[in-house]
């Protein structure tokens, strides 16, 4: 598998983000979605509103970091990005969100990938007191994610991913990432994705197969995977504020136009 079109150069910001996250210890952050609200009467205008949750930030898309407690097979470390990935349940109201936002029938979340409605994630990296905004699209990759269905998906993030210098792409696997990502969560949170739906009432009985404090250590849980999703943002602009320097703050805002980053220093 090789990009159909060039990818930018390493974003400028994404060295110095990386080594903040890597200080932090649990890398989480707020992540916003668009929420549209089903309006009460025909012919009236849905209700559009924020949601804001807190997610683990997983790494960079194609860039998983080795880990020997990871049971599955690694991709060959070919690719690099400046993508974030969380991992998502696929019951859970944000992977909904991204398809409506993204002008994509919402049902289809449900069992395939898709999405790529805009979303925000903001970090706060105590150890370097910085704050790091990143805004962009975010697609959801499914069990679906080598059938033709998913394409667009892939073309989508396709472009923002770079060979390694003369590397060679053979041997590189869309599901394979999947998997890796699956494998590289402790059996108790794969096992978080055999819970009851999330936010039904206590009092619906579970489906056959679900509860709560499930350990999974199969890497292919029918259960598990068909409830499992990668989300991954794809980056249009980024936003730094460093506040190590009580006396002096600076800030940096990245954008990226026409598949180039523009850096501009701001007041903070």
Same mark, same amino acid.
């Given at each position: 598998?090789? &990009?159909? *079109?060039?990818?930018?150069?390493?974003?400028?910001?994404?060295?110095?983000?990386?080594?903040?996250?890597?200080?932090?210890?649990?890398?989480?952050?707020?992540?916003?979605?668009?929420?549209?609200?089903?309006?009460?009467?025909?012919?009236?205008?849905?209700?559009?509103?924020? /949601?804001? /949750?807190?997610?683990?930030?997983?790494?960079?898309?194609?860039?998983?970091? &080795?880990?020997?407690?990871?049971?599955?097979? !690694? *991709?060959?470390?070919?690719?690099? @990005?400046? !993508?974030?990935?969380?991992? +998502?349940?696929?019951?859970?109201?944000?992977?909904?969100? !991204?398809?409506?936002?993204?002008?994509?029938?919402?049902?289809?979340?449900?069992?395939?990938?898709?999405?790529?409605?805009?979303?925000?994630?903001?970090?706060?990296?105590?150890?370097? #007191?910085?704050?790091?905004?990143?805004?962009?699209?975010?697609?959801?990759?499914?069990?679906?994610?080598?059938?033709?269905?998913?394409?667009?998906?892939?073309?989508?993030?396709? #472009?923002?991913? /770079?060979?390694?210098?003369?590397?060679? @792409?053979?041997?590189?696997?869309?599901?394979?990432?999947?998997?890796?990502?699956?494998?590289?969560?402790?059996?108790?949170?794969?096992? @978080?994705? #055999? +819970? &009851?739906?999330?936010?039904?009432?206590?009092?619906?009985?579970?489906? &056959?197969?679900?509860?709560?404090?499930?350990?999974?250590?199969?890497?292919?849980?029918?259960?598990?995977?068909? +409830?499992? #999703?990668?989300?991954?943002?794809?980056?249009?602009?980024?936003?730094?504020?460093?506040?190590?320097?009580?006396?002096?703050?600076?800030?940096? +805002?990245?954008?990226?136009?026409?598949?180039?980053?523009?850096?501009?220093?701001?007041?903070?």
């Amino acid at each position: 598998m090789t &990009p159909k *079109n060039p990818a930018p150069s390493p974003a400028p910001w994404r060295k110095t983000f990386l080594s903040h996250i890597q200080d932090m210890g649990l890398p989480t952050c707020s992540f916003s979605t668009l929420h549209y609200e089903t309006p009460s009467s025909a012919g009236a205008t849905p209700q559009v509103t924020p /949601r804001s /949750r807190t997610v683990v930030f997983r790494g960079l898309w194609a860039s998983l970091n &080795p880990n020997p407690k990871n049971p599955a097979p !690694l *991709n060959p470390s070919v690719y690099e @990005s400046d !993508l974030l990935t969380i991992t +998502n349940d696929a019951r859970m109201q944000k992977t909904t969100e !991204l398809y409506q936002s993204g002008a994509e029938d919402a049902a289809a979340s449900k069992s395939q990938s898709g999405g790529g409605g805009p979303v925000e994630a903001v970090f706060w990296a105590e150890p370097s #007191r910085t704050q790091w905004r990143v805004r962009g699209h975010a697609y959801v990759l499914g069990p679906d994610i080598d059938s033709e269905s998913a394409a667009p998906v892939k073309t989508a993030i396709e #472009r923002r991913m /770079r060979l390694k210098g003369s590397e060679d @792409s053979a041997g590189w696997d869309w599901g394979c990432e999947l998997t890796a990502h699956f494998g590289n969560l402790s059996p108790g949170m794969r096992g @978080s994705f #055999r +819970n &009851p739906r999330p936010g039904t009432p206590l009092s619906e009985k579970p489906a &056959p197969g679900l509860a709560l404090g499930q350990k999974v250590e199969d890497l292919h849980d029918g259960i598990a995977r068909e +409830n499992f #999703r990668v989300v991954v943002i794809v980056p249009e602009e980024v936003d730094q504020v460093d506040l190590s320097d009580p006396d002096l703050g600076r800030r940096w +805002n990245y954008k990226l136009v026409d598949e180039s980053w523009v850096t501009t220093e701001l007041w903070p």
